[in-house]
Structure formats: C-alpha cells, structure tokens
C-alpha cells in the first residue's frame, strides 16, 4: 500500500509533457533546474512522503495534538518528520538563496507539496504558514526584521502563523478589534483575541512568529484601518538571541472533525498587558499586505483538497483491483465466478470520475505555478500582468471549485470500499474528514465565489478572465485539428463560448441593481468557470496524449496514454452538458433565493 | 436550540394537507387515528425527541461504545433514553396490537420517527433493526417462535438485528459461507462470522434475537441456497424463561467515521461447535424473507439520512438568523453596519437549498409510508399491487437518492457556520460524519441504483414506473391550472416526459448487448428520477400551498405557504435543467466508462 499517495506518472507528465518544467531551466534564475535535479527532487520528495509521513497519518488522527497549561503537544512522531523536513530544506523551496532557500521553480514545488500533502496534509499544516508568515517578514519587513527572523524562519528553526480571525472577524476581517498602541520605542503594545489559529502553539519549534492585524488606536474602522504587526512568542534580542517570554498565551485547542494532527489554536495577546510587536510594512495598509500572502495561501489549500484526492483515488483503484465480489453483471450463469469490482460498471464510473477530477485538478493547480514561474523569468511588465492577472482570476478556482471537487473525489473514494471505507481500518474515511476544513479556511467557499465575481472577473478591466478565455479557445482550436479529438475539441469550445456568455450576463447584472440575484448565483458561476477550465485542461492532456500515441509512444507509456484520452472524454461527455445548463441556469438569472422572505425559511 | 430537530408546521403540512392522513381513521383498522390523536402522537414524539434524546446526541459521540471480553457497554444516557422508549411503546408503532404493537398508520409512525432520528439516530440504531427482526419472526415464524419471541422483541425488552455481511460477503451477499447443520431434534448448528452489525452486542437489553443467513449443508450456491435461523444470545426455554448463554460471541466492534453510540460488531457463531438456531421460514428461501424487511430497513436509512438534514437545516438556519458578519453586499458606506449573515446571497442560497431537499424529502419518505397505509387499508388486490409497485420503484430513491442530497445538506450546514462548522462546539460535523454511513449500509448507493434499473424498471412489465409517471403527470396537470403556477408546471411536465423518454431509453440498452454501458449509467438514472420524483412532490406542495393562499389562509400561515412556493420555484428553476440535461447524457449513453482498459486507470 505504500506508493498509494500520487501517482508519479501524471506528476511527471503534467511537469515535463504539460507545462515543460525543464524550459525554465533556460533561465539564468532556474538554470541548476534540469530535467536531471527536477527528477531527484520529485523522487527525494516522494521517498521522504512514502516513507516518513504516510505511516504517521493515521497516529496523528488518533494521537491528535494535546492542550495542557498554555502549551501543545503535537503528535510524538512529528518530531523526526519536522526535522527531516528541516534537513532536506522543504520549507523555503522556492526561496531566495540569501535567506536559505532552494530557489526552485515554483511548479517544481508544487509537485512536491502534492507528494507531502498527499501523504500528511494535516502534519504540513505545521509549515504552510510558516512560510507564508516568512513571505510577509521578506516583503514587508525592514533590513532588521528580515536580519532577525527570515533564515530562522525559513530554515524551519521557529515557526509561524497568520493570526487573522476573532470570534466576531471570520470572514469579515476588518471587523476585527486587537488593538495596537504605540509606544516610545517604536515597538507596539498589543491587546486582543484570536482564534483559529494554524500551529499557532506547539512544541516542535523554539519560537513562533506571529503576524497579527490590529488596528491601532483612532484608526479607521474596517479594512482602511488594519495594520499588520510581527509579535514573537519569544521576544527575540537585536543579537538575534532569544529574549524574554512574550505576552501571547494559547488559552485552548479546537476539537475538530478532522486535521486532528493539526493544533487549531485559540491565543490571548496582552493579558498582562506586555504583549509587544513590531509595525511590519505601513500602518494602516495590513490588509493589503495580508493579499499578498493570500493568493500562496488559497493555492496552497487547493493543493491540501488534492492531495487528498491524490491518496483517495489511488487507494480506491488499488482496493477496486484486488478486492472480489459479485458476478459480472454480464454473466449468464449462477456458477460464474466472483470478479474483482473494479468490473462492475458503477465502480467504474467513479473511478474514472475520481481520475478525471484528480488529473484537471493537478493541471489547474500546476498551471497556477507555473504563471508564478513565468512572471519570476519574465522581465517583460506586460507579460507579468497577464501572469499575474490569469493566477488571480484562477485563485478562486484553485481553491474553491478544486477542495469541493477534492470532497466528492474523497467521497466516492469511500464509497468504492463500501463499509469497510466508513471505519478507520482503512484511510478513506479520514481524507474525507481531513477535506472538509479545505472548504472553509483562508475564505469560505462561498468566499472564493464572491471573489471571482465581485473581484477577479472585472480584473483589469475584464482583461485578465478574457485572457484566460483566450487560453482555452486556443488550446480547443488545436484540439480541432489533432485526429479523434474533433467533437471533443468542439464540446469544449462551446462551453467556453457559453462561459464567456454567462460571464458577460452575471459581470452586467452583478453591476447593476439587481446586484443581489447576480450574486446568488456567484457559486454556480465559480462553478461553471471551474468546469470549463477543468475540459480545458483535460483536452490539454488529450492533445498531448494523442498526439504522443500517434508518434509511436513507448510501450509502457500506451496504457497511460490512452487513459488520458478515456478522462478528457469523460469529463467532456458525462459533466461538461450538465455546465451548459448550469450557465443557462445563470443566464435565466432566477431570483428566488433573494425574493423569500426571511421568515419564510422556516419558525423561529 | 432546544427545537432544532425538525420543523413541526412541515411535518404537520405533510401529514394533514398533502397526505391527508386523518382520512385514514375512516377505515376500521384506523378509526382510533383522528387528527386528535395523531396530533397528540407526534407531539409526544417531538417532546421525548427533543427533551431527552438530543441532550445525548454528543454525548454519545463523544463516549462512543466500549468493548471488553466480548461485551459491548453503549453511552450511560442510553439506557434511561432505552426505558422511556419502551415504556411509550415506540419500538412498535405500526405493529399488531395482538403483539404489543399501537397499531398505527405508517405515515404518522414515520413523522415520530423523523424527530427521533432527527434527535439521535445512533440511539435510534438500537431499536430499528430489532423491529424489522420482529418483523420476520411475525411474518415466517411458527406459533411457537412467534409465542417465545414476539413479545419480548416488540416490547423492546429483547433486542435484535439482521446478520447478513460476512467479510467477504458483503454487497454479494449469496457468497456468504455460514453453515448450518440439522440436529435431530429439528434445530440447527451454526458456525460462521458476520461482520458490521448494528448492535449485535450491547448492554440495553437482557436478550438479543439474531435473524441469520446462513446455508445448509448440501444447499445450492449463490442466492437460492440461503436460509434464515432465527439464533438468540441467551437461548429461550419452552416455557419463555432464558436457558443457557448460546455460542454466539460479539469478537470486536468497528471504530468509524461516526454513529459512535451505535456499535458496530463481528460476531462468531458457535465458535465452540455450540451456536444453536431454528429455522425460520423455509429452507433456502432465506434471501426471499429477507428481501421483505429490504424495504422497511431502506427506508429507515433515507430517513436517517432526512433526520439528519432535518436537523442540520434548522441549525443553519438559526445561526444564519444570529450571526452577524459583514456588510450588506448592496450597502454603499463602508460605515454601514454588519448585517445577520442570512442576508448574504450565498447563504440564502445554501439555505433555501437545504429547505427544498429537506422538504421535498420529507414528502416522498412519508409519501412511501402512505403507500403503505393504503395497502393495508385496501381489500383491492389491484389497488394493493400498485401501491406496492410505487413502494417498490420509490425505495431505492427514498434510500440512494434521499441519503445523497441529505449528505449534501448537512455538508451545505457545516458551511453556513464558517470555520465553527468545523468544530465540536456545534452539532453540524458530527450530523455530517454520522449522515456518511446512511450511503454504504442496506445496500450502497450504487447497490440502490442498479436496484432501480435491473429490478424496479421493469417490475410488473414496467406498470409500475408508468404508476408512478401517471401520479407525477396528474399533479403537473392539476397545477397548471393553479393561478401562478403554470409555467412552474409547464417545467415540471417536461421534465416527466423526459424521464419517461430515459427510462425507455436506458431500459432498452440495459436489456441489449451493451447492457454493461446502460450501467454505467444507472446512477445517473436514480438521480434523474429522484430529481422529478422531488420536482413532483415540491409542486404537489405549492399547489396545496397556493390554494389555501387564494382561500384566504390564516395570517400565521402565510409565510408558510410563501416559503413552499419559494421552495418550489428554487427547485424547479435552478435545479430541474441539470436534470434534464443529466437525462440527456443518459439517453446520448457515452460507455467511456466501460472502454477504459483497467490499466488505463492507473499504475499498479
């Protein structure tokens, strides 16, 4: 079972055949980065998720963390695995070399974070905002802040967090109350309550490193009036030594569905009053900086919801392969043997549903990398705003449509093992529980909806979703002329045309007065958007695929081929018609959801 | 939150206005059931529901079930939830008052069940499989096991269960391996081990009734050579007294994603050569007496799924009403105030979501409950067939259909709550964990599916669908002439003409060559007519809703009515063209399911 995480084939025909990674090795930046070291990372990181973090999956769901006195005790294995991760320099893979990173090209990274998240997401969470905390204090930080926090930080020595959320500020940030004063120093004196905070307590690090938003005293209410602090656990000296204990206490653990590995964490700042921090960036301009950290971290939650995707299907197909029961439904005699289930026509269909997910959903999440990897080799501005402007505009898919789609994956990946999938004797159960959190941090779902809609389709001047538009339409012209492909190629040109229809009706209604029924259909038109891009993507590989078997592919590679030929056609056959109507549906622009009164869903 | 189990004015709506059950009373059998008493019924229910059983929904999460030396001990509260059960004679319902039973309608003993289970369905498990063990000894049992047993198990003093699965026996259950010897006195000897039995082994009771599948020796293979034994834990004397303890020994419980207060055991029969059993019904018709609680039992599980929607849906909705997070979407200062999040768009669309599955839902699990009442009401044996055909073709749609979107409920009731969703502090994750196992037991729903293509299409040469298309059409009929309603039902029509095309369509492929490609497609085909049977029973409601609106209803129903018209039109717009589109795929019958090479899907 224990290659059972991703599968290595499509990591490296979505790395070297899609988006040929080695080409950025032309770049002086990447140039250590041929086929040869991508290879051996990817492999290095596939035997370090194998072998180390897939056997403390399950430990860490049953161990859990432990809250006890202000301090958490995560699971005793993580220990070894934190350090291993220390040692081979995972944390800062895209970094730059001054502050200890490896400064690999972003989808290289990607493919090993899918390895790792698919393995033990929950055990990762542990390093994900560490990172993301590390990218502020490189931004934003002055000379002396980076001097004394970013190669501790980086190195994976001290952790970090991102200490956005209050009980009354979820997805409402600027709601928020931590206050900040100024002091003679310099420094800032900071009073608040967090909550939902990621490792923000834990023992497998000396220190951690906190950015909070607060709001400083007479600034602004709402999002005009946060800034953004960098509060240490341990006050760290100007020696860069660490100091006296800081003014942040962890006052408790959420119990979870899952993520149990995962120590969620309230923290009181200032209960004594002596909670200090430091200005990092400007005041008052917290919540843009918070953005920049925003698209890593969505991108990063996508790649958690396909992860376990990633684990799910393989271990779906692997218990489908093996495991006998029933006839053949074909069989025309009662003595016809029992077959493997992966014969009967309803295993099937999710198998493949799961498989077609699972590939689009690499594709999407890898494509988003590698525009981050174009506008890091790009000294072109234009070409730059285009990347970035296709990485926002897909953000909001990267995350929201692919966790929701990652979820359907890890429940039919439970359903193939039928009771057996509900117990804990197998892993299926638990990705499905480890998945759902994917739905609801670094923005709701319906977030991610509200974002493509209110924000990103208008990016630009709508300049940014056309080209994304053009992409696809470019790719279903090629599709058009590849032998085989012609009506799929035409399927999927349609929906793009329909997409770009919805996206003209809902952008229009959305600016006018009936605002509120264009938004009540901001979901289905994420969902749409996803769709379409998932053909795309699948076609993509479609084109690829044929294109390699019509060559004279290798043997070994026929079976894989054509497989990518089988979900393209799926995908295109089985789920794209149901997204013409559900553009339709958006078109049509029924309102009812805004018309109900609100006494009318139901007695108080 | 005391009344967050189901909506009484619906379950009310149900009962009264659109399944008139107090028409019912006019019948002999029912004369006791005026509206009176049926009000008082429910009420009752709703009062032991939500007063005793929901305090010990979490609580019997969290302390779960122990297993020690072969005895199982379920939460402490159980056994107090256990006596009032009994003492209100709940467990029989329905049942011939000659046993214990109240004698009951079926639709009103439902109503009771949906806050029960709304309530605490873990609990629930504990009586739901000892009636329908009751119900094969009343139905296969000699005088004599009926007189030693009946009592004793309807009463609840006893409990039981139905041992089928086997480790490798599972959705094929004709490959099971427990065997059964005749002894001389007319008993028989069984050895054998049966897995995931819903409380094969607990503390609640002093006895536990065992109907078992096993096969006789020399019996043909497969199906046709399974017997049912009836295998008690604690043997019954001729007398009634209790004899020795019988060699049936629980071996473990399963550790799972949820139900934790229902325990799930493996039992080894006559592990040492001593497991003695009766037969119960004839030799080798086991399968056949079986297939009689098949529908009782299935639709207990859609109604599990239903409490759990139930439940999450009125949770959402009063936390929707009380959390306040975020600004208007239409406000035009950034100083306006933060508003109850029901009145954010995708919130209200979630929740309206929830309101028409959960509804809709309610109307066809009853609707199959009612069926029931008019078959035993009925001396027409036409009248009687056909009632039994829609409970036939509506089963696996009351279990596979209703358990899907009931999960989809609950997992849109985790969202409305954020990142609280996620936590233990509200019911909403533990609704989903336990909802999961409604899809996998009685039968997967992928088993469901292939139920309603291979068997329930075409059951009594297909009148049996054309019944339940004719009670669909009737109604879109009757609503085209309710003012406001026409083009709701102009929808609704084509919808049923396009089913009935699909049926045709799929019916005839499945009977053809390419029978494999057709199911590939029978889950699709359980969703297509899940959908229209929902369509159906959402016009039916805002037909009755829309009349009383025009005849002038009470001033406290209004907003009622409005909302089951809402609930409609949400539906019928904004759902209703996936359908048809999901019908069409059908009918085109892509079998890029089946093309794929089982290489193809992956490496091994």
Chains 1, 2 share one sequence.
């Not at 053009?470 to 190629?489: H, P, Q, S, Y």
């Not at 009706?505 to 009936?514: D, F, L, P, V």
């Not at 018309?595 to 007695?603: C, L, M, V």
Request: with cysteine; aromatic share 8%; charged share 25%.
């Amino acid at each position: 079972m224990a290659q059972l995480v991703v599968e290595r084939r499509d990591v490296d025909f979505v790395l070297h055949e899609q988006l040929e990674v080695e080409k950025l090795s032309k770049h002086e930046k990447f140039a250590d980065f041929n086929r040869k070291t991508v290879d051996l990372i990817i492999s290095e990181a596939r035997s370090l998720a194998i072998k180390e973090m897939l056997p403390a999956l399950k430990l860490g769901d049953e161990e859990g963390c432990r809250f006890e006195n202000g301090t958490v005790t995560v699971p005793e294995a993580f220990q070894r695995l934190y350090d291993l991760l220390k040692e081979g320099e995972w944390i800062a893979m895209c970094d730059d070399p001054q502050w200890g990173g490896q400064g690999m090209p972003t989808t290289v990274s990607l493919a090993a974070m899918n390895y790792f998240d698919g393995a033990n997401y929950p055990f990762m969470l542990h390093t994900i905002l560490l990172h993301g905390a590390a990218k502020l204090v490189e931004t934003f930080g002055t000379e002396k802040q980076k001097a004394l926090y970013l190669k501790k930080m980086l190195s994976g020595e001290w952790g970090g967090t991102m200490l956005l959320t209050e009980p009354e500020a979820g997805s409402d940030v600027g709601a928020l109350t931590t206050a900040a004063v100024k002091n003679d120093d310099g420094t800032y004196t900071i009073s608040g309550s967090k909550i939902f905070i990621s490792a923000g307590e834990n023992d497998l690090v000396e220190n951690i490193v906190h950015p909070v938003l607060a709001r400083i005293e007479g600034a602004p209410a709402g999002t005009d009036g946060i800034s953004l602090f960098l509060v240490p656990k341990i006050c760290v000296n100007d020696d860069g030594s660490l100091g006296d204990r800081n003014d942040v206490v962890c006052t408790g653990i959420e119990e979870k569905m899952g993520i149990h590995a995962s120590p969620t964490c309230s923290l009181t700042l200032g209960g004594k009053g002596n909670c200090r921090g430091t200005l990092l960036g400007k005041e008052n301009k917290g919540m843009r900086a918070m953005f920049v950290m925003m698209n890593e971290a969505r991108l990063e939650v996508g790649m958690q919801g396909l992860g376990c995707a990633s684990a799910s299907y393989l271990n779906a197909l692997a218990y489908a392969r093996e495991r006998i029961q029933g006839r053949s439904l074909q069989a025309t005699s009662k003595e016809a043997p029992p077959v493997p289930i992966i014969q009967h026509p309803d295993v099937r269909r999710m198998l493949l549903s799961m498989k077609a997910y699972t590939e689009g959903m690499r594709s999407i999440i890898y494509y988003i990398g590698w525009c981050e990897d174009q506008i890091r080799t790009s000294s072109d501005a234009d070409e730059k705003q285009k990347y970035q402007g296709l990485i926002d505009v897909l953000t909001p898919i990267g995350k929201g449509y692919v966790t929701d789609k990652s979820f359907e994956v890890c429940n039919q990946g439970v359903q193939i093992f039928g009771g057996y999938g509900y117990t804990k004797e197998y892993p299926q159960e638990q990705l499905l529980r480890d998945c759902k959190i994917t739905h609801l941090y670094e923005g709701t779902n319906g977030i991610q909806a509200m974002d493509l809609l209110g924000r990103k389709l208008g990016l630009n001047k709508g300049q940014s979703y056309k080209d994304l538009i053009k992409e696809m339409r470019d790719m279903a012209e090629t599709a058009k002329t590849v032998g085989g492909l012609e009506t799929l190629a035409a399927d999927v040109e349609k929906a793009i045309n329909k997409l770009e229809e919805t996206a003209l009706s809902i952008g229009s209604t959305a600016r006018s007065e009936n605002m509120m029924s264009a938004f009540a259909h901001a979901y289905s038109f994420m969902e749409v958007t996803g769709d379409t891009v998932m053909a795309w993507m699948l076609l993509w590989r479609a084109v690829l695929a044929t294109r390699k078997l019509s060559d004279g592919a290798k043997k070994k590679d026929l079976n894989f081929y054509d497989g990518q030929v089988k979900s393209a056609r799926y995908f295109i056959k089985s789920v794209l018609p149901l997204t013409l109507a559900k553009a339709d549906i958006i078109i049509a622009g029924d309102d009812t959801v805004m018309q109900i009164s609100e006494d009318a869903f139901g007695s108080k």
